[in-house]
């Protein structure tokens, strides 16, 4: 019997009717939705029904050294939960507990819960959970975790980290350890817990957790300011973030509202927009500060408006950006990260890269905390379209890191950002990185190659 035939027999006797080993039932499991990275094939994926099922994946595959990438709801963006050849794919979407404690503020979640439907569920008691990517509707708290993501509303609430007040972990080998408290202070020790936050998979498997929730606002207000040129609208960011504290401040260039009107008929202005979400006791006064700013940094027209549903239905615009984009071609998703008053540099920088690469790049994303997601459209079946893109990407990652930013802002490394890493954080500190794994799996068997 060879290695693979004893630890898939292990496995099979082990985990019976969650064991899938059909190549053309596996197809679905060997990639997220970064469609460019490499993904390879898996020996089995094994979809845990609880946490004792993750535990015995991780002890089986320890005792064989067999790979484990660990997989939520597949929407990451960056190939970190690609099969490896010859690995394990651990689903873990089933995991779907969900109880809200109103009175503590919290909500302990399995990994498999959508960011949404965590926050849907908090509403009902008039709390509300903050870190809101673009792909709330079908991500999972678990991916979240993975790759520490933010959205919309982390350049006033903070990332994913800045609400994961406690976890479970299951390591390599089994171990379940449990990290951080759910008090609004602990320093306790090392922060194990946002050592595992943001670290896509590498250290442990997250089986369960505790997030703070926020008290719903009062009232929000919403603005779509347009503008002649994206330079024009990027220096109107730096204005209002002079006057005023929004929730939101979305960019989209005028590539990617000319796709969300082809996909959505909802008929924007062509032009550069922003999108501006105010909220709290003083949301309609911001707005009005908002919009006087932007009229005085050349904005061409503005609409504002507190209704929640017109609010909603603007920002939808901006959430399906990505998806707009898609249909125009092949898609090369950036996700770069500048301090805010270095945007106007790498709003240049960007256009500068598509003209001397001759591609399209469609540029939306997070102006409010200096997160743009260049995004290179090309036709795939073109002779040196390819390359041209991704030559195009790689002058923007490398002028995020020259303007003193960072090749990702919320999306990860996985596998498509692994050789910029070093240039960004240094071969000491990379080092490290890897020897922190090594303390946590030994084996080496947690989502090897990725992330650092």
């Not at 220096?235 to 929730?247: D, F, K, M, T």
């Not at 939101?248 to 927009?273: H, Y």
């Not at 549903?309 to 898609?326: F, I, K």
Request: hydrophobic share 45%; charged share 20%; glycine share 10%.
């Amino acid at each position: 019997m060879s290695l693979a035939d004893g630890l898939l027999e292990e496995l099979v006797d082990a985990l019976a009717g969650r064991v899938i080993t059909e190549p053309t039932s596996m197809e679905a499991y060997r990639r997220d939705q970064c469609l460019v990275a490499v993904a390879g094939r898996p020996l089995a994926v094994v979809r845990a029904g609880d946490a004792a099922d993750v535990v015995t994946v991780l002890t089986i595959a320890d005792q064989h050294a067999a790979p484990v990438v660990i997989r939520g709801a597949g929407t990451g963006l960056a190939g970190a939960a690609n099969a490896l050849d010859g690995c394990i794919v651990l689903d873990v979407s089933r995991l779907t507990a969900l109880t809200i404690d109103p009175v503590a503020r919290t909500a302990t979640v399995g990994p498999g819960v959508l960011n949404a439907d965590l926050d849907a569920a908090a509403r009902e008691h008039g709390l509300f959970y903050a870190p809101d990517p673009g792909s709330r509707a079908i991500s999972s708290i678990g991916g979240n975790i993975a790759t520490n993501a933010g959205g919309m509303c982390c350049a006033k609430y903070g990332v994913t980290a800045d609400h994961t007040l406690a976890l479970t972990v299951v390591l390599a080998g089994g171990e379940t350890i449990r990290t951080g408290r759910a008090t609004h202070k602990d320093v306790a020790g090392l922060d194990l817990t946002r050592l595992v936050v943001g670290s896509e998979g590498t250290l442990g498997v997250v089986v369960e957790a505790t997030v703070r929730l926020l008290p719903a606002s009062p009232g929000t207000a919403t603005a779509a300011l347009t503008f002649p040129t994206v330079a024009a609208a990027v220096e109107a960011v730096l204005a209002i973030e002079r006057v005023a504290r929004p929730s939101a401040v979305e960019l989209m260039d005028e590539t990617t509202v000319r796709a969300v009107n082809l996909m959505t008929r909802m008929g924007l202005d062509e032009v550069p927009t922003l999108l501006v979400v105010t909220d709290g006791s003083d949301h309609a006064a911001e707005i009005a500060a908002v919009v006087e700013v932007a009229a005085a940094h050349g904005a061409l027209a503005a609409f504002h408006t507190d209704d929640t549903d017109e609010g909603t239905a603007l920002m939808e615009a901006r959430r399906v950006a990505l998806t707009a984009l898609e249909r125009l071609g092949t898609t090369l998703l950036d996700d770069v990260c500048v301090p805010i008053h270095r945007l106007p540099d790498l709003e240049a920088r960007i256009a500068k890269a598509a003209a001397e690469h001759g591609v399209t790049v469609g540029v939306f994303g997070h102006a409010a905390d200096g997160n743009l997601h260049p995004t290179i459209v090309y036709d795939a079946t073109e002779a040196g379209a390819a390359e041209r893109a991704y030559a195009c990407f790689d002058q923007i990652v490398l002028a995020a890191i020259d303007l003193g930013g960072t090749v990702s802002g919320e999306h990860g490394i996985g596998s498509l950002k692994i050789d910029y890493l070093e240039r960004q954080v240094g071969a000491a500190e990379r080092a490290l990185m890897h020897r922190i794994k090594t303390a946590f799996d030994p084996s080496g068997i947690l989502n090897p190659g990725r992330g650092y």
